[in-house]
């Protein structure tokens, strides 16, 4: 069996079919493959990082495979594919096998490593226990999916009741709320128009205020139209 030089959206979709928790770690963070439609296109694939972002990847940038918390790189995966189809080459008319002398068993059997995430001492042994895992992370990501839905649509909902308040005239400046026909004074030293007080006819945008003027200065009279920030006028 031809070793594979990378990873592939047909490797990981393996895995992901399996139901297991998958990530994948690519351009130096992990990415969670969520379900088998991420790595649909043969091309590029989507993961959803730490902050529930989907993030597009080309998969020769995959370094390795986080498996139910069992790194997986390309070298792994090809010795466990290894493993898994040995004795598939096997001539058909090959019906024995000389057993090896004892001296050659217990050689085999110190080089056998004790851990191999594909191994033939795991052999998917514990599939059933991985799948199970494999929902229950699902489900979490499905619970942090609606999490993240239901976040964007309070922070939509606020910024409504945000451009509602400035449809109607109202804004909150100081600890003081102005909306048309309000009586302001304007409270700037600073302010060219300092002194002027007037009826509010319209907040044009956040933060600011327009007023008609109904008292007389050097700088204002009656009927005049002045917009000012609200951080410069009161309420009288």
Known sequence: ???????????????????????????????????????????????????????????????FLQVSGNKIDIETYNKGMAAL???????????TEEEPAEDEKESEEEEKPESDAFGPKESFSKLGDLI?????????????????IDLKQKDLEDQEKT?????DGIVMEDHYTFGTGDIVNNKNTNCTHYGSK????????????????????????PGDILTKTADQLEKI
């Open 1 to 63: 069996m031809a070793e594979t030089k990378s990873f592939s959206n047909v490797i990981i979709g393996q895995f992901a079919l399996t139901g297991v928790p998958v990530k994948v770690y690519a351009s130096g963070r992990f990415l969670s493959i969520t379900d088998t439609d991420d790595v649909e296109d043969p091309l590029m694939g989507f993961g959803m990082d730490e902050n529930g972002n989907m993030i597009q990847f080309s998969y020769p940038e995959v370094e």
């Open 85 to 95: 189809h040995k004795g598939d080459e096997v001539p058909a008319d090959k019906t």
């Open 132 to 148: 199970k895992e494999g929902e229950m992370e699902k489900r979490k990501i499905a619970r942090l999916k609606k999490d993240i």
């Open 163 to 167: 451009l509602s308040k400035m449809d």
């Open 198 to 221: 007037g009826i509010v006819i319209q907040i044009p945008q956040q933060g600011y205020v327009r007023y008609t003027v109904t008292n007389s200065g050097d700088t204002y009279k």
